[in-house]
């Protein structure tokens, strides 16, 4: 990638910015302007940029009164902007949404126009313009092999792995954190064969010297590699969670497929849901507070029994802004794992803000469940 | 804004970025690349751009020992890359991470680096940057107002303010959509007052156009206008979800102060865990299927019995990729809301993957919640 742009809505700023890109490389993506408003003005943007008219596209248009009919929908006028394209382009079937994308050329360049709306985008990209990229250059290959970890803080990993991370080495080595996930990245660009080779060379070795906190690969998250566990070695669990909110849950059922797996999460979030959904003992709460270890634990083993499940996580803690005491500032999080051979607790202390605290939270829990099932299925404590 | 770039690792092509940046604009923000591992570059890009070396900062260097120590971390050599700066910057305290900011000036341009973790990015620009830049300017303004929707198609949408979206108008009105929601968007820069001023007109007449499918303004989410009611008029809230798996439960948590309204949620995923712990009878399931109507009545009815809670919110659907049928194609999710006086239930099928399906689910639920509270305040339907 030699160069990233957002534009404004601005048809002749965006056709100049169509020219560059095309005189600087040999493929152009355009994500947005494709919708039915005003503002919408990639297509007359590309229209001008490779100095032809727009002009509506028939199959486009069937297309899309079909689309309309099917869902009982009318169309407006500016439902018909979306069926003009530039003439000599092709259109390219949106399955998701009504805006068609559009692949032309500029010169040498080829470009694609795709929707900017993030899950028509995806699917466009997914669906429509790698495959038509397949071949191109063959041979070359810039590829990312990504790893991905938990649980040891960037320096000390940056440390482990610092002679690989060293500026000018082959293939290229960086790392990127988000809610407490350290990713590490491996670039290489050259003969597909060779890029390949390096690549899985420096992944096996990264993932030897950081051992049990690599959790996964490329984009899997954590969710997906607890997944990969009760795949192999199936369990049934139960979740619940306070400040979180649903959170573990949600990231859980991202998962297609969890159903086998996840019998039920509940969202604990006052005393007395506590004490009523889960049997935590009133007095446990009046003792220690609902922030602690023995609540923690007491909600563990209370969600494993009431469902049924083998294995039962839960959480408490005080996510923020309000809320936090010297003894217990805001960030304080109990986790605890209850399983048929007992339950095991731990606690974290998050920086940040309450949405911060709640994502790093919500991995913690999933990482500590993963370990277990790592444990479950080795004998060995990763 | 006259150009957002995105850059590789690379300390040479950074400082010639920056000395561009510095060239064209008279305020330069850069996120990313100040962490302890060796990719991160920024400074040294900061520092060549800038003509001068690095030096280590004693205070800075204080400030990071008294961290670990407080925390019990040790610090290795790459920590200290960290306490370097250009010579004649000003250092930024990091309050949520171990990265300080460095606030430059390259000719007549400031600079301003962050880190770009982005929890750390958004409270770094919001407590560092932002105070810095008060006054400059004194009197002129770049600003935008966004007025949040959810429920009416964009195209239509569009056409309801078509006029105020016509190329070259001032302000400027635009629309983004993600997730269901549709954001408009008016922009206009000029003398503060004046378009402060611009900027009120234009979205109250958006508001009025619109109507009810209006839910906020700015960056409030769906879950921040429903707290918006219950605090004017409290209510107690449960929540019954199955494929969004905890989502509505975790979207309306990340509200501070949730606490006083939500008594709990389950994500009762089996059915043998809608039957147990929301008493939906099972012969309804037999009969309809678990996505049905009946059920997400029975569901909200069971949460809301159960919980003790004045209103309850259920959702049961195929969010995909599998589970799909003819008459139930992936997608289609069945609502439900029992409060004192009845119940209402709506079904929708959301175009999409998985996480498509869910998120506009979860916004479709939020809504439906949301719509209820205007009617019982106002008496009158949204």
Redesign the interface.
């Known amino acids: 990638?030699v160069?990233?742009?957002?534009l404004d809505?601005d048809?002749a700023a965006i056709a100049r910015a169509f020219r560059r890109a095309a005189d600087d490389a040999d493929l152009v993506i355009a994500s947005g302007g494709l919708?039915?408003?005003?503002?919408d003005?990639t297509r007359e943007a590309l229209a001008e940029a490779m100095g032809v008219p727009l002009e509506e596209d028939a199959g486009a248009r069937q297309h899309l009164e079909a689309w309309a009919a099917a869902r009982g929908?009318k169309?407006?006028?500016?439902?018909y902007r979306q069926v003009q394209f530039p003439r000599g382009a092709e259109t390219l079937d949106n399955?998701?949404?009504?805006a068609p994308g559009i692949a032309a050329a500029i010169g040498r360049a080829r470009v694609f126009c795709i929707p900017?709306?993030?899950?028509?985008m995806?699917?466009m990209l997914a669906d429509q313009v790698l495959p038509r990229l397949a071949g191109a250059r063959s041979g070359q290959a810039a590829l990312v092999r990504t790893v991905r970890t938990f649980g040891m803080?960037?320096?000390?990993?940056?440390?482990k792995i610092?002679d690989l991370?060293?500026?000018g080495r082959r293939p290229?080595?960086?790392?990127?954190?988000?809610?407490g996930i350290i990713d590490v990245h491996v670039h290489a660009s050259g003969p597909r064969e060779e890029v390949m080779r390096l690549l899985e060379a420096d992944a096996a070795e990264i993932r030897r010297r950081l051992g049990p906190v690599v959790f996964g690969e490329g984009d899997e998250e954590m969710e997906a590699a607890v997944a990969r566990l009760l795949e192999r070695r199936p369990v049934t669990l139960a979740?619940a969670?306070s400040?979180?909110?649903?959170?573990?849950?949600?990231k859980?059922?991202?998962v297609?497929?969890?159903?086998a797996w996840?019998?039920?999460?509940?969202?604990?979030?006052?005393n007395?849901?506590k004490v009523r959904?889960l049997g935590v003992p009133e007095t446990l709460i009046a003792r220690h507070g609902a922030v602690s270890e023995p609540v923690a634990r007491a909600m563990a083993e209370g969600a494993r029994g009431t469902?049924g499940a083998d294995i039962a996580i839960a959480l408490t803690g005080i996510?923020?802004?309000?809320g936090g005491t010297p003894e217990k500032p805001v960030g304080t999080v109990w986790f605890a794992l209850a399983h048929a051979g007992g339950a095991e607790a731990a606690q974290y202390v998050f920086?940040?803000?309450?949405?911060?605290v709640?994502e790093r939270a919500a991995n913690f829990a999933l990482d500590m469940l993963r370990r277990h099932l790592v444990r479950a299925a080795t004998g060995r404590s990763p």
Chains 1, 2 share one sequence.
């Open positions: 990638v160069r990233h742009e957002s809505d048809a919708g039915p408003t005003l503002d003005v929908r169309l407006g006028p500016s439902n399955p998701v949404g009504t900017g709306v993030p899950g028509e995806r699917q803080p960037e320096s000390v990993l940056g440390e610092a991370m060293a500026a290229r080595v960086a790392t990127a954190v988000r809610s979740v969670e400040c979180t909110g649903g959170l573990v849950a949600a859980l059922v991202s297609p497929g969890m159903s996840l019998l039920e999460a509940v969202v604990a979030y006052s007395e849901s959904r469902s996510a923020g802004p309000a920086l940040g803000d309450r949405q911060h709640r």
